[in-house]
């Protein structure tokens, strides 16, 4: 009964999961949008059943970080919107945010690029911007971008000097734009003018290869530009949110800023999560190339600390940074690490590799894997319950994990374009053996079933919850400001 393009699914008998509550339900779905979740729903003969008893349903990943198809250190990423999707697909996430990044400082320009660039979606996407430079075009497109685009986020880089990185005048600038358009303002924390002495150190050293990398830019670096930014959005009083947070000292200045109730979100990444540094010591160029990112991959252990702060809810979120260069791309960097491109895979692993590591050990529960994989993504940027949920209204994109069956990762396997995987041989429990894309199932009995053009750009709004609450804050810091010279007024 039914067919891959029946508009009309039933599926039967799961653990229907949400952020908050799970409960065993059917599921039915019609015209890619979630009609009912309840006991016993009865179907006609026009509907395409799915048994997902003894399985878990839950709502498709978003990825809140990746990088399809972008110029980046003289070359380009491998994957792109098409291929890049599928491999999301095929591991159960049905949507990603990725970054525009402007043409020649322009954002219109950067945003009609990536839209064509796009074309070719298997799946829904949508997208923040970076800032890489300031004056009155820039401030008016954000304008543009927020209320005509659908854009509510901006990435500020701290480092990459002589290419993306932006002074700190500039980060003020942009953060109170940000503010006052109701978006997010979002920061790559490293300091970039100290990278670039600690480049400098390595090759004076002679250290040219790939562990050259991570002994350039240490966790000190990452932390500072942490505790700066935080401290600046606090300034402004606007919210933060800190992408591939990679490293303890990062991760304490968080802890420490929501703590004094901040609104500081952090994002930890799936390679920060499950791999340290000693690969970059092999002596396979190769080998090590594959695991040169930044902020790079730590020593072992603060791995472990990323874990326990995302399950104890200091880090919200997790997303990949794909970013993927085949190796004939990282070659570039043979003689010197400063030239190989930065980036690792994630996009197909993330959602199996997350759900082995804080699941499967026991480190936290299915609903909070819910949350950290799909809903909180949708909350931060405002598109919650439109997805990352279960619930009748929502977008029927959905998956079916089996906790029983097993997944193992090689690049021969994988859907990404990319000739290798920095997780390669890496084996667990909990397979997502069915994706449902807007009530389309794209990947059945490991098969992908994805058609070019399928994919919609979903527009984000601003002022998302994070937003709340602070004009009043603002009205009560600037009666505070005034008060004292109202009583001088007063008693002379
Ligand atoms: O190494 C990385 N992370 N490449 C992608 C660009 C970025 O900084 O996110
Ligand atoms: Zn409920
Ligand atoms: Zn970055
Ligand atoms: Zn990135």
Redesign the pocket.
């Known amino acids: 009964m039914g067919s891959a393009s029946a508009t009309k699914i039933l599926i039967k008998g799961g653990t229907v999961v949400n952020a908050h509550h799970k409960m065993v339900a059917d599921v039915y779905i019609e015209d890619g949008i979630i009609v009912y979740v309840g006991p016993d729903i009865k179907a006609n003969d026009d509907v395409k059943v799915i048994d997902a008893s003894g399985k878990y349903v839950m709502p498709g990943g978003i990825d809140p970080h990746t990088?399809l198809d972008m110029g980046?250190m003289g070359t380009q990423t491998i994957d792109d919107f098409f291929s890049g999707q599928a491999a999301a697909l095929a591991g159960g996430t049905t949507m990603h945010i990725d970054f525009v990044i402007p043409v020649d400082g322009s954002l219109s320009a950067g945003f009609e690029s990536y839209l064509k660039k796009a074309e070719k979606s298997v799946m829904d996407y949508g997208f923040h911007m970076a800032i890489t430079k300031w004056d009155e075009d820039v401030s008016k497109d954000m304008e543009i971008m927020v209320k005509e685009k659908g854009i509510n986020s901006f990435k500020f880089f701290l480092a990459y000097k002589g290419a993306l990185m932006v002074s700190d005048e500039l980060l003020l600038q942009g953060l109170k734009k940000c503010k006052s358009l109701g978006a997010l303002a979002m920061v790559?924390a490293e300091n970039g003018d100290a990278v670039a002495e600690g480049q400098k150190r390595m090759i004076d050293l002679g250290i040219t290869g790939p562990e050259g990398h991570a002994l350039s830019r240490p966790p000190v670096l990452e932390g500072e530009a942490t505790a700066r930014a935080i401290r600046l959005a606090s300034f402004v009083n606007t919210p933060l949110y800190v992408?591939?947070v990679m490293s303890i000292d990062a991760m304490e200045e968080i802890a420490k800023a929501r703590n004094s109730g901040k609104r500081v979100i952090g994002e930890p990444v799936v390679s920060g999560l499950v791999l340290n540094d000693s690969w970059l010591w092999d002596p396979d160029f190769t080998t090590a190339a594959k695991y040169v990112?930044?902020p790079p991959i730590r020593t072992a252990g603060h791995d472990k600390a990323l874990q326990a702060a995302l399950s104890a809810g200091i880090l919200q979120l997790v997303g990949t940074?794909h970013?993927t260069f085949n190796s004939t791309q990282k070659a570039r960097g043979s003689d010197d690490f400063q030239k190989i491109p930065?980036?690792v895979n994630g996009i197909e692993e993330r959602m199996h590799l997350v759900w082995e590591t804080m699941v499967e050990s026991g480190q936290i529960s299915v609903t909070d894997y819910v949350r950290i994989t799909s809903a909180e993504c949708a909350r931060i940027f405002n598109i919650y319950p439109r997805k990352g949920a279960i619930l009748a209204g929502s977008d029927a994109d959905i998956i079916i994990l089996n906790p029983n069956s097993s997944f193992t990762i090689t690049a021969d396997s994988h859907h990404s374009r990319s000739d290798t995987n920095v997780y390669e041989g890496r084996n667990g429990k909990g397979r997502v053996e069915v994706t449902i894309s807007r009530g389309k199932v794209v990947w059945e009995n490991g098969k992908l079933m994805v058609e070019p053009g399928y994919g919609r750009y979903v527009k984000m709004p601003p002022f998302s919850y994070l937003f709340e609450g602070l004009d009043r804050a603002d009205a009560a810091y600037l009666s505070s400001l005034r008060a004292p010279v109202q009583r001088l007024v007063s008693s002379t």
Do not use: I, T
Request: glycine share 10%.
């Open positions: 990088h980046f790559h992408v591939h990112m930044s940074d970013c930065n980036g």
